[in-house]
């Protein structure tokens, strides 16, 4: 793709961001995702506006691109996003199998904003026991057998 039309979307992408802040909506976080060189979703941050943490603009993105495609595979989709994802938004991205991410500010021009998700990053890469989370595994053996059901199952969407 054309380093020209890659701009008009992370610049779509940025304005919704701009225009979050001006409405006063969430963070300052937008994204678009594209298919076939046409914007098929967009998202904006949406947390303080909707009480929900996890609606960052990335995951607001992919849960409209997943509902105007009637599908949870954005197999041969782009995202542009305004700055880069955190862990959360990478890891939807990730599972929503998007091919190519784009972004424009980074985790750093974020932390000087205010959003420093250091914390996440180096916490996921901890075994669970040294997290600054309390964890504890519990029934493990029961849990295990589900997915035991899941692995003999006829009657299931791989994904």
């Given amino acids: 793709m054309h380093n020209d039309v890659k701009k008009v979307f992370m610049k779509e992408a940025i304005r919704l961001a701009g225009m979050n802040v001006e409405n006063g909506n969430g963070g300052p976080f937008g994204a678009v995702i594209v298919r076939d060189n046409k914007i098929i979703a967009t998202g904006f941050n949406r947390v303080t506006e909707i009480n929900d943490p996890t609606a960052h603009a990335e995951i607001v993105a992919i849960r409209n691109a997943c509902s105007t495609l009637g599908t949870f595979d954005l197999t041969g989709c782009e995202i542009y996003s305004s700055c ?68 003999n199952s006829q009657n299931k969407i791989a994904y």
């Fill in 84 to 151: 880069e994802p955190c862990p959360m938004c990478l890891g939807a991205i990730l599972w929503a199998r998007v091919d190519k991410l784009y972004y424009a500010a980074d985790r750093h021009d974020a932390k000087a904003a205010g959003f420093d998700d250091e914390l996440f990053y180096s916490e996921i890469s901890l075994p669970p026991a040294k997290r600054k989370l309390f964890s504890e595994e519990l029934e493990k053996e029961d849990a295990v057998g589900v997915f035991n059901k899941w692995i």
